[in-house]
T-cell receptor
Framework: DAGVIQSPRHEVTEMGQEVTLRCKPISGHDYLFWYRQTMMRGLELLIYFNNNVPIDDSGMPEDRFSAKMPNASFSTLKIQPSEPRDSAVYFC???????????FGEGSWLTVV | AQRVTQPEKLLSVFKGAPVELKCNYSYSGSPELFWYVQYSRQRLQLLLRHISRESIKGFTADLNKGETSFHLKKPFAQEEDSAMYYCALRGGSQGNLIFGKGTKLSVKP
C-alpha cells in the first residue's frame, strides 16, 4: 500500500482565499484523522472520522474550518477564508480500528500570506 | 482530563551517550502509550507502543503506571537518532491519539 496520501504537499495562498487539503487513507482503514502541527502548539487533533462519520470535531478552530469524508477513500479539510495564522503543516492519518497503529501522511505545508 | 507532558523541548547529547526522553501522562483508565518519531520535514512514524514491549532502533520504553510515565530510552545515541520525538496516548475506546508537544533530540558527533 502507498500509505496515507495527501495533496497538495505545499501550498502558498493569499489571505482570504479558500484552501482545500485532500487525503486518501490507507485502504481498509476505518478511522481518519486530521492534525495540525505548528511550532507554538505542537500537534493538535482537529477532527476525526469513523466509518466516514465525524466523531469528534472539538479541535476545529472555528467556523472557517470544515472537513468532509464523502466516502471511505477520500477526505477534505477546507479553510475559508484563510488567514496567516492558519499557516501550519496539516497531517492526515488513518488506522484500521481504535486499537491499532495510526499511520500518518507526509503532510500538507500551508503558508498563508 | 487526558494529557501528555513532555517536559523537555530540546535534548542535546553526544554520540554514544545514553538518552532518556521523558513522557508523563494523565488518564484515569488504562491507556495505550506510543512514541512517534519525525525526522526532518518527514511524516510521523510509529517508533514503538507499550503493548508490543519491543525494542526498535535500540529504543525501549516501559510503562510505569505508578509514576504515570512512559520514558523513551536508548543506551548509546547515534547521530541518525536526531529528530523530533512525540509521546502519545490513546484512551479506552477512543480512536484518536493525544500528543505531547514533542522533544527535539540532537545528537552531536
Amino acid at each position: 500500500d502507498a500509505g496515507v496520501i495527501q495533496s497538495p504537499r505545499h501550498e502558498v495562498t493569499e489571505m482570504g482565499q479558500e484552501v482545500t487539503l485532500r487525503c486518501k487513507p490507507i485502504s481498509g482503514h476505518d478511522y481518519l484523522f486530521w492534525y495540525r502541527q505548528t511550532m507554538m502548539r505542537g500537534l493538535e487533533l482537529l477532527i476525526y472520522f469513523n466509518n466516514n462519520v465525524p466523531i469528534d470535531d472539538s479541535g476545529m478552530p472555528e467556523d472557517r474550518f470544515s472537513a468532509k469524508m464523502p466516502n471511505a477513500s477520500f477526505s477534505t479539510l477546507k479553510i475559508q477564508p484563510s488567514e496567516p495564522r492558519d499557516s501550519a503543516v496539516y497531517f492526515c492519518a488513518s488506522s484500521r480500528s481504535s486499537g491499532n497503529t495510526i499511520y500518518f501522511g507526509e503532510g500538507s505545508w500551508l503558508t498563508v500570506v | 482530563a487526558q494529557r501528555v507532558t513532555q517536559p523537555e523541548k530540546l535534548l542535546s547529547v553526544f554520540k554514544g551517550a545514553p538518552v532518556e526522553l521523558k513522557c508523563n501522562y494523565s488518564y484515569s483508565g488504562s491507556p495505550e502509550l506510543f512514541w512517534y518519531v519525525q525526522y526532518s520535514r518527514q511524516r510521523l512514524q510509529l517508533l514503538l507502543r507499550h503493548i508490543s514491549r519491543e525494542s526498535i532502533k535500540g529504543f525501549t520504553a516501559d510503562l510505569n503506571k505508578g509514576e504515570t510515565s512512559f520514558h523513551l530510552k536508548k543506551p548509546f545515541a547515534q547521530e541518525e537518532d536526531s529528530a523530533m520525538y512525540y509521546c502519545a496516548l490513546r484512551g479506552g475506546s477512543q480512536g484518536n491519539l493525544i500528543f505531547g508537544k514533542g522533544t527535539k533530540l540532537s545528537v552531536k558527533p
